[in-house]
């Protein structure tokens, strides 16, 4: 962590600008801001800590040889957390696992079990999410586990902050058609 | 974030609890991993597609858009993350041909000679064995597919309908079908190229960068990303059709450039040039590992009723679930029909004791036979132990598979062996 403070005065505008042109330091510090979200965020979009882990790795060699493509700070976190999402997705594929559709009828973590008469909505609406394709629990990753907004979301995922949160509502509609 | 409904806490919750908390970042570790990536040309196959000219990509490009392919083989090898494992095999970049690879096809085998590094350090040319079932129908739409016959005639002309002016949508081929010989056995090559979505009038929705082009028997696929590019090669061979396809992917937002291209369809060239296939015969016994999951589709509801404390269900039947284990006689998809008692220990304590009949299905032939098991909790949920006895029918007759299933809330772990004949006979006491 020593080297990544040497840089810390350096400002955020400058930090972009000193990791694209292939400062070390500048490129770790960006690591350490933002490599857990990233990694986060493909957790819960593939809930495999190996899948994640590659993927975010992944992300990182992308960014290392792309960042130079990133306009302007605020656009630097959707575009990294975008990077890791797409690699969990092509990970995914690669290793033609399909964690994201996986359906657990667990339904919860909870020591013991839960009682099966009494649990079924949990367990719907996580068999629901679990349902959902890589592209829409991408999505549901950055917008609750980023907290992305919608100008961020419209960031990551190229389309338009009101295409964004159309994507959302009509997500929302369908896992609300489904638990009905 | 705006205001936050039940269902938008509901959600939230269930994906902070999939994100688990923060950790330490060793930012030194994953930077060394990026430099080794950097410094180290490799090149893997992965499924995605193939080429022509620049020339030809570039006016595609700008009549219809871009392209970058993302997708998931029958089987595969490949390059992968930096520093990272994962289930395709790893080539250095090397001056000498590496030796010969191979990759199983039904009861045949497949054997290459993988091409030499990537010019340019993609850690991603990837390319893939493909059993495809349905083709992308509706470029601007997701899930518009259309069933594809089995011949490999039937596959070219659905390719070849997927490109032209008269698409509405950006996944397009730039050449082909050019006529090639695989291993013998006549063959067509595609180039295809995806334009880009952001770049595509008429598709607002489908911004988030890919989508695939075609879907396999098995539920895996073949998918293209923003600006894409890849070779697609279907053979036909006996009767059989041998699909491959093999891309380059850098990544979103990078768009391949003329030598990527060029790069790639040498590689496909002399990859095709290269495959010998085999005809196996059946292999014998064989210690198996491998994992399956809980994915799937529920097709029988399930009946629950509960006397004395005990509930019972019966007739909980999933199918479609991917399983992959080290000998692909045992790879394809499992379906799984189970019934289950759980008894009540104390007040938020149960276990569960359930027997079922399962099925592992591939292009060879299947395996069926009945299993049974235990766990705590209500089933299926954690430390959930069954085990089956499978009879093999097609190209596994006269096989048998005993398996055990270590199941938990994620990839469930399997391990076995195959074996010729039947289990012994039970031994009684007088």
Not at chain 2, 15 to 39: C, K, N
Not at chain 2, 350 to 359: D, H, N
């Amino acid at each position: 962590m020593e080297v990544v403070t040497r840089i810390a005065d350096r400002g955020r505008a400058g930090l972009l600008a000193a990791a694209a042109a292939g400062d070390e330091y500048a490129f770790r510090r960006i690591i350490v801001e933002h490599h857990d979200d990233m990694r986060r965020v493909a957790l819960s979009i593939c809930r495999d800590r190996a899948v994640a882990e590659e993927a975010t790795q992944a992300a990182w060699l992308i960014a290392w040889r792309k960042i130079g493509d990133v306009r302007d700070e605020a656009s630097l976190r959707p575009w990294l957390v975008s990077v890791a999402a797409n690699e969990v997705k092509r990970v995914l594929r690669t290793r033609r696992r399909r964690a994201a559709v996986e359906v657990a009828t667990d339904a919860s973590g909870e020591p013991g079990g839960t009682d099966p008469g009494t649990a079924t909505d949990a367990i719907d609406l996580r068999s629901a999410l679990r349902r959902l394709d890589p592209d829409d629990r991408a999505l549901l990753a950055m917008r609750y586990v980023a907290g992305f907004d919608s100008n961020e979301l419209a960031v990551a995922l190229g389309i338009s902050p009101s295409g964004t949160r159309n994507r959302l509502e009509r997500l929302r509609k369908r896992l609300r058609e489904e638990l009905s | 974030m705006d205001d936050m409904t039940s269902l938008d806490r509901q959600i939230a919750a269930e994906f902070l609890r999939d994100a688990g908390p923060s950790e330490p970042v060793d930012d030194a570790a994953i930077f060394a991993g990026v430099v080794t990536a950097t410094q180290s040309p490799q090149w893997s196959f992965q499924p995605m597609l193939r080429s022509t000219t620049f020339v030809v990509a570039a006016a595609v490009v700008a009549l219809f858009g871009g392209i970058l392919l993302v997708a998931q083989p029958f089987h595969h090898v490949g390059v992968v993350a930096p520093g990272a494992e994962s289930d395709v095999a790893r080539v250095e970049a090397s001056p000498t041909p590496a030796p010969r690879d191979s990759l199983q096809w039904g009861s045949k085998r497949i054997y290459y000679v993988p091409p030499p590094g990537f010019p340019h350090g993609s850690p991603t040319l990837t390319f893939g064995i493909h059993d495809v079932a349905r083709v992308a129908r509706e470029a601007c739409e997701d899930d518009t597919y259309v069933e594809v016959g089995p011949t490999a005639d039937d596959l070219t002309d659905a390719l070849s309908d997927l490109t032209g002016p008269g698409r509405s949508g950006p996944v397009d081929l730039t050449s082909g079908p050019v006529d090639v010989m695989l291993s013998g056995h006549p063959a067509k090559r595609f180039v295809l190229i995806h334009s880009g979505w952001s770049d595509t009038p008429g598709c607002p929705a489908l911004g988030e960068g890919y989508r695939q082009l075609w879907e396999n028997h098995d539920g895996s696929g073949f998918g293209m990303a923003d600006h894409g590019f890849a070779v697609a090669v279907i053979a036909d061979v006996a009767g059989e059709r041998l699909v491959f396809a093999a891309s380059t992917f850098h990544g979103p937002y990078v768009e391949p450039d003329a030598d990527d291209l060029v790069a790639l369809e040498a590689h496909v060239d002399a990859l095709t040039a290269s495959m010998e296939i085999v005809e196996q015969e059946p292999a014998g016994s064989a210690w198996v590992t491998g994992s399956t999951s809980h994915a799937g589709t529920r097709v029988g509801a399930a009946t629950v009723g509960t006397e004395d404390g005990v509930t019972g269900t019966r007739g909980d039947h999933w199918v479609d679930r991917p399983i992959t284990m080290s000998d692909p006689r045992l790879s394809g998809v499992l379906s799984v029909i189970t019934n289950y008692d759980t008894h009540q220990l104390a007040e938020k304590e149960w276990m569960t004791v359930f027997s079922g009949t399962t099925r592992i299905a591939n292009d060879a032939g299947s395996w069926e036979g009945i299993g049974s098991g235990v766990s705590r909790g209500s089933y299926p949920r954690d430390a959930v132990t069954e085990t089956v006895v499978l009879a093999g029918s097609g190209a596994y007759e006269g096989l048998t598979a005993y398996l055990a299933f270590d199941y938990d809330d994620g990839p469930v772990a399997v391990r076995g062996l195959i074996f010729p004949g039947e289990m012994p006979p039970v031994a009684t006491f007088e």
